[in-house]
């Protein structure tokens, strides 16, 4: 099982500690190292950032959201930087939710959201490959555009510039087992937001058998310490946000998540505490066994041992949201 470093994305300003973990990362001799985006910093230019000052570790966006981009522009983002990189470059993707793509994005969320993310994968691929110009003829994404408000003057195009790898490898980010199906199908890899090694049938049955060199690489806090309850409080806070400010009462992908692993009852009263404005409270009404589950935390012989776990499964790659070179050390160490 590979290491990876994840740095999420920015909140009120820049870190200044991203850089010096990223490169003590690739010093411990970690794999990769992710950047994310949500409704602020993006994840393309703190990577770039990043691998100006690194040289060997991979660098990977866990995820760039699909509404933020056309597929080209995106496309365009991933083959510059893993030229600039020599190579280095992994594309993660994530649909997002309605909240935000509506939201921020002034764009519709669509009704068919796999067959959105299929035609959005296609036209990466198609651009990466360099075979021919982009042509798509999708419900969601036409190449060359067609609509009824276009000119009807567009050209296909194929990239001016040569793709320095046309495999450069494709991950989703997904939650429902039809989407984690359609992942392994379409997807050079998945990366799951929450994943408990005890738990894989909450994913669906496409686990079971994955195409060879297929990636699992979800995210984990990991955080070495003394005291438990203090550990995974960040980790509760996470989830307090994710599942009940991130999606709408109606429609949060993160709290039917939760609900599909055994918590429906929390996930909805965290919702409700909230929305209501009790933010402390729902950080409070996490559980601390659901928190622990997706997590590694605690003193360095209680990680090695949970550590045996992820490695049973089917995860190729430990993302870990780690907040101290130490705790990167130690879990370097466990898993040489």
């Known amino acids: 099982m590979r290491l990876g470093l994840a740095l999420g994305y920015w909140g009120r300003g820049p870190s200044a500690d991203h850089v010096p973990l990223a490169q003590e990362a690739e010093r411990l001799g970690y794999d990769s190292v992710w950047t994310a985006e949500s409704w602020g910093s993006d994840a393309f230019t703190p990577l770039t950032w990043i691998a100006a000052q690194t040289s060997t570790i991979k660098l990977g966006t866990a995820v760039a959201q699909m509404a933020a981009r056309s597929p080209t522009t995106t496309a365009m983002h991933a083959l510059t930087l893993d030229h600039l990189s020599g190579g280095r470059m992994m594309l993660g993707l994530g ?5 935000v793509v509506e939201g921020w994005y002034g764009r519709p969320f669509p009704r068919s959201p796999l067959t959105a993310t299929r035609e959005y994968v296609d036209v990466v691929r198609q651009v990466l490959r360099r075979q021919g110009p982009v042509v798509a003829e999708g419900r969601f994404h036409s190449h060359p555009y067609r609509g009824e408000d276009g000119t009807g003057l567009g050209k296909a195009l194929k990239s001016i510039t040569h793709p320095l790898r046309p495999d450069l490898p494709v991950l989703l980010g997904a939650e429902g087992p039809k989407n984690v199906a359609q992942t392994t199908r379409i997807a050079d890899g998945w990366l799951p937001l929450y994943w408990s090694p005890t738990r894989p049938d909450v994913y669906g049955p496409a686990l079971e058998q994955l195409p060879p060199g297929f990636l699992v690489a979800p995210m984990a806090r990991v955080q070495v310490c003394d005291d438990l309850a203090e550990g995974l409080l960040p980790v ?20 039917d998540l939760m609900a599909r692993m055994g918590y429906e009852e929390e996930a909805r009263r965290i919702q409700q505490l909230f929305l209501e404005g009790r933010r402390e409270e729902a950080v409070l009404a996490v559980p601390d066994a659901f928190a622990d589950e997706i997590s590694l935390v605690g003193p360095r012989e209680r990680i090695a041992e949970r550590l045996e776990l992820w490695r049973k499964g089917p995860v190729t790659d430990l993302l870990a949201l780690s907040p101290d070179r130490r705790s990167l050390r130690v879990l370097a160490e466990l898993n040489a």
Do not use: D, E, V
């Not at 649909?95 to 909240?99: A, H, T």
């Open 236 to 255: 509760k806070t996470m989830l307090g946000f994710y599942i009940g400010g991130m999606g709408h009462a109606s429609r949060n992908f993160h709290a």
């Open 95 to 99: 649909l997002s939710g309605p909240q």
